[in-house]
């Protein structure tokens, strides 16, 4: 089965074999466990994002900035393992729209958010670089089911 956005191959088990290496790993984040949770949630889970109330683009938007923007696409970052990943969410009712896991590496992202490109709950879309066309920069997680 090919990859994401076909730039690479990867081949899809339901477990992987004993012998390899993916075997004595475990992924840095379980994004299939974050899917249909609100961001209060999610920072439950992963902890505090890099964002802080003293930054111009904080953890919340400010009063001005919830008028501007009703709290729409507001982001979150976090860091896990090693893995970066990026929240968006509205601020308004909380609820979390995507997932964007950051790096060039299809499998490896897959690998380490614990994610299928088969999985009938959330889709994987690849992020692509808008300076390069052929060259990822991420995965974007959403779930099918709002």
């Known amino acids: 089965m090919a990859a994401c956005s076909g730039s690479q191959m990867a081949s899809e088990r339901s477990s992987p074999n004993t012998g390899s290496q993916a075997a ?3 992924a840095a ?8 949770r609100n961001i209060d949630q999610v920072r439950r889970t992963l902890g505090a994002p890099k964002e802080t109330k003293e930054q111009a683009i904080g ?13 729409q696409d507001w982001i979150n970052t976090f860091e896990r ?13 909380r609820k979390v729209r995507d997932l964007v896991l950051v790096g060039s590496d299809e499998d490896e992202l897959l690998r380490e958010a614990n994610l299928s ?9 690849p992020v692509m670089n808008p300076s390069n ?14």
């Open 24 to 26: 004595g790993r475990t």
């Open 133 to 146: 066309a052929s060259e990822i920069i991420g995965m974007r997680v959403v779930a099918r089911r709002q």
């Open 29 to 36: 984040v379980d994004v299939p466990a974050l899917m249909g």
């Open 59 to 71: 953890l919340e938007p400010t009063a001005e900035q919830m008028r501007m923007t009703k709290g």
């Open 81 to 93: 393992n090693g893995t970066t990943m990026i929240v968006t969410f509205n601020a308004s009712n």
């Open 117 to 125: 490109l088969t999985a009938p709950e959330y889709m994987v879309l």
